[in-house]
């Protein structure tokens, strides 16, 4: 069955073939590039190419992804069925519910979309969000495998749409909270620093770059532990990959747990765990008719012992 796709904000910038792999990790490329010279694939009606750089918002066309020969081996898995116990987890996760729109508070660890490697992601368990609606949610935006928190889904097309403008048009305001390593200098201000996205012996990375995509995050210091330790509340105004892990790193103060971005020195003190401590603490965003939606998240079980740890207080950033 024909689909058309809408790119969220995570996505700008990446190649088609990129958005494909994290989408249909099983369509081979040869397959892909077929479906991309009969013009079945296109881009806001338009023919594209492989190499093509994806704007958001943009609406991608994806055909029906079988082999052409009858009888023939789909060329994309079938969805796997949901363990019950993922399918009750992400249930109780929800935060917020209406006919439009579901919040819910993403666990650290979970990927939001498929890849080569990636076969247990959130996107291939939307159905157990389905509730009572005719159709799966869809995602309107992203979050890293290790970053926890708020993630908005949409429950129809409409509803997509317009998600996907209040992040475009930057209506939609999003903060989140860090524990970094070390102090900031000034401890508020705002980091404008280019991203670009490069190869790494990691894996794919994000690099300040003169000539890159114009990335800015807001800082400031909730509250420090001595010199070692600080809160950060983190709020990006535009929406690059890993923006606020390579932000944080660049000014000196790499979030902790960040081993990619930070190296060793995201590591810096027993008792507190080897885990990316930084979460998606709130979304709030404009909706039709004048009301607004404002979905906050619990800092999960790792961050919650961090902030213990080091005297934090969370409730006083409320």
Not at 33 to 54: F, H, M, P, W, Y
Not at 82 to 101: F, G, H, R, T, W
Not at 111 to 124: I, P
Not at 148 to 166: D, H, I, K, Q, T
């Amino acid at each position: 069955m024909t689909e058309t796709r809408k790119v969220v904000e995570d996505e700008e910038g990446i190649r088609l073939d990129r958005w494909f792999k994290r989408h249909f990790p099983a369509l081979t490329h040869g397959h892909l590039e077929k479906l991309l010279r009969t013009g079945q694939v296109r881009i806001d009606g338009g023919r594209a190419k492989s190499n093509t750089r994806l704007e958001a918002g943009q609406m991608i066309r994806v055909p029906p992804l079988e082999d052409d020969k009858p009888g023939a081996a789909p060329a994309v898995r079938q969805a796997p069925k949901i363990a019950d116990e993922d399918a009750e987890a992400l249930q109780k996760s929800v935060l917020y519910m209406d006919a439009e729109v579901i919040a819910i508070d993403k666990p650290a660890g979970l990927a939001v979309q498929g890849g080569t490697k990636t076969h247990r992601h959130l996107d291939g368990m939307l159905d157990a969000l389905r509730f009572d609606a005719k159709e799966r949610p869809r995602l309107v935006h992203r979050l890293d495998r290790d970053t926890s928190g708020v993630m908005l889904l949409a429950r129809s097309a409409r509803s997509a749409a317009e998600l996907a403008n209040a992040f475009k048009s930057k209506t939609a305001r999003k903060v989140y909270w860090a524990a970094v390593v070390g102090v900031p200098k000034p401890r508020e201000g705002v980091i404008d620093l280019a991203l670009e996205k490069i190869g790494g012996p990691q894996g794919e990375m994000v690099a300040v770059e003169e000539d890159g995509m114009s990335a800015v995050t807001n800082y400031r210091t909730a509250d420090h532990a001595g010199a070692r330790v600080a809160w950060l509340v983190l709020e990006p105004l535009t929406g690059r990959t890993h923006q606020l892990r390579v932000h944080c790193a660049a000014i000196g103060t790499p979030i902790l747990g960040d081993g990619k971005y930070g190296g060793r020195e995201a590591f810096p003190a027993e008792g507190i765990a080897n885990q990316l401590h930084l979460h998606a603490r709130a979304i709030r965003l404009p909706r039709p008719g004048g009301r607004w939606l404002e979905a906050k998240a619990p800092l999960p079980p790792h961050m919650r012992d961090t902030w213990r740890f080091l005297g934090f207080d969370p409730n006083g950033e409320e």
